[in-house]
């Protein structure tokens, strides 16, 4: 008998409850969840720039693979890279978010998915999860990470692992300095101060794909251009 | 249409089910009105249920029961704010569950299928809504042929004959089917018919889950190893007796052949259901639908009776004795 079979193809993720499935990498395709998503990160990003003067200095290159590696200050610093970029680039982005953070609870995942672009990221078995994107990346054609190295917004050195790691893999490494995002929400205060200015500095590619290098020269581009009161130049 | 004759002094299934009327509610307007009828009764099963289980100790049985505590309240509520609600309900839930079938097929891939179903699903509870039962019955044909019109609009032959024909079970169960929940509601002949379906076929599934446990000893399907022939039996017999006790309030001018087959219905098409989708998960390889009703696996698991049993009692009953809008 001749005749092709029906070839059943379920999704992987339908035992997961539904902060983990907003929370993998990569995503399943789901209508609902990918439009709330379009239609988020738009809303965020006109929320933003309606509260804020935003300064923005040098470019981003169109690559298909590009790891945005921002000093982290505060919660709004997700928003200010991705209200800056134009739509084309915003929707590739996928920012990783402390899983013990953002995607221990429904609400969270929710939020930190539709308006942030977030997947999540396990901090608390970092070794393991490392190796799970070491193994993952290589398999990945196109797209664009934005992670915050320091791991923290109370930190500014990087770790290097997950950076490291999208290095090695043939990520373009782009050193991004935000200034001001820590005067407009700073840690600890309950609510942002509106009004403020914030400025999103795009350096150029680092190429090198040693971890200690990358370390170092992303802490020397933070350094020149992580506050407001540094005099404003271009990227180097 | 045929004439209503509505059986008299038949309140005793409401004594029998020890449902005593509340401060200001006599037993003749409780049972004479099937919304508060089964409203009572369902916080009675339920509360009864509870009771049984902290003292049988039945191993796993608290959580189902506990998500009956919010599915419960949820169906009622909206059957209670009126038909909008209601349909409004139906609908959500139709494209949750098909959502459902489309991921653990595979379907869900193909996003242009995906929306022509969710578009059946919309219309048919719309104009189940409005009440035009002409509209209702062609939807399926006109979704079918929008359907056909994917692969020639793709211009796509691979695996083109796979996802239509999911495509097709997804307009037939979650669009048509599913929507005859919307439209008992519109019947003229007031709630009962939909709350008799709805809480017994429900009922049904419970029953012969908790047979075959108790005396299920042989299996009568390889679709569904779980189901049992004393289950099943035992589940059937309990339902028709349980719909001969509320004939009287749900549907009074029925004859006894016609509550027989009411009965009959529920039990046998919600096997038929269950089964039909059981056959769709054993084919995908997967245990449950879903993971959003914790103890019944997926919405679809908690519906796939009632996609059969809420069409084949509506036009049953429409068809012997009217009331449905034309």
Redesign the interface.
């Given at each position: 008998m001749s005749g092709?079979r029906?070839?059943?193809?379920?999704?992987p993720d339908?035992?997961?409850?539904l902060a983990a499935r907003l929370g993998q990498y990569p995503r399943q395709?789901?209508?609902?969840y990918d439009t709330a998503r379009a239609l988020g990160r738009r809303a965020a990003a006109v929320f933003f720039r309606s509260q804020f003067r935003i300064q923005v200095v040098g470019q981003v290159p169109d690559v298909p693979r590009l790891a945005l590696m921002p000093n982290h200050q505060s919660h709004l610093d997700t928003m200010a890279v991705l209200a800056v970029l134009p739509e084309r680039y915003r929707r590739r982005i996928t920012v990783l978010a402390a899983r013990d953070y953002f995607f221990e609870r429904r609400a969270g995942a929710i939020a930190a998915s539709l308006f942030g672009q977030a997947a999540a990221f396990d901090r608390g078995a970092e070794l393991a999860e490392l190796r799970r994107w070491a193994r993952l990346l290589p398999q990945v054609e196109a797209g664009w990470f934005l992670i915050y190295p320091s791991g923290s917004r109370k930190r500014l050195e990087p770790h290097s692992g997950l950076a490291g790691v999208l290095a090695h893999a043939g990520w373009t490494v782009l050193p991004v300095g935000l200034a001001g995002t820590a005067e407009a929400w700073p840690v600890g205060r309950p609510l942002w101060r509106p009004f403020r200015t914030v400025r999103v500095t795009f350096g150029d590619a680092i190429e090198t794909r040693d971890t200690r290098e990358l370390a170092a020269e992303l802490l020397a581009f933070w350094e020149r251009h992580g506050r407001l009161d540094q005099p404003q130049e271009g990227p180097s | 249409m045929a004439s209503v004759q509505p059986m008299l002094g038949c309140v005793w299934p409401a004594r029998a089910l020890g449902v005593m009327p509340e401060v200001g509610v006599g037993l003749d307007e409780l049972t004479g009105d099937p919304l508060r009828f089964y409203t009572v009764a369902a916080v009675v099963t339920v509360v009864v249920t509870t009771g049984l289980l902290a003292v049988l100790r039945i191993p796993g049985a608290w959580i189902p029961l506990r998500t009956w505590f919010l599915i419960l309240p949820i169906a009622l509520g909206a059957i209670w704010l009126g038909q909008g609600a209601w349909t409004v309900l139906v609908a959500v839930v139709s494209i949750l569950a098909f959502k459902e079938y489309a991921r653990v097929t595979g379907l869900y891939r193909q996003p242009l299928f995906v929306v022509l179903v969710y578009g059946a699903v919309i219309t048919e509870n719309f104009f189940a809504f409005v009440g035009r039962y002409d509209v209702f019955m062609a939807i399926p044909t006109w979704a079918v042929l929008a359907l056909a019109l994917v692969p020639i609009v793709l211009r796509r032959t691979e695996g083109m004959l796979q996802w239509f024909a999911l495509s097709v079970v997804g307009v037939v169960f979650f669009a048509y089917f599913l929507a005859h929940l919307s439209y008992l509601y519109a019947s003229s002949l007031g709630l009962g018919y939909l709350l008799f379906v709805l809480l017994m076929t429900q009922l049904n599934d419970a029953l012969q889950f908790i047979y075959g446990k108790a005396f299920g000893r042989h299996r009568w399907t390889p679709i569904s190893p779980n189901k049992t022939v004393e289950g099943s039996l035992l589940a059937g017999v309990t339902i028709v007796v349980l719909t001969f006790l509320q004939a009287a309030i749900a549907f009074p001018w029925v004859p006894p052949l016609g509550v027989l087959a009411a009965g009959l219905i529920v039990t046998i098409g919600g096997q038929v259901g269950d089964l039909t989708m059981a056959n769709v998960k054993r084919n995908a390889g997967v245990k449950d639908f879903g993971s959003i009703l914790p103890g019944h696996g997926g919405l679809t698991d908690r519906l796939n009776s009632l996609m059969v049993t809420a069409p084949a009692f509506a036009h049953f009953m429409g068809y012997l004795f009217g009331g449905f809008p034309s």
């Open positions: 092709a029906f070839e059943y193809e379920p999704f339908l035992e997961l409850p395709p789901d209508l609902f | -």
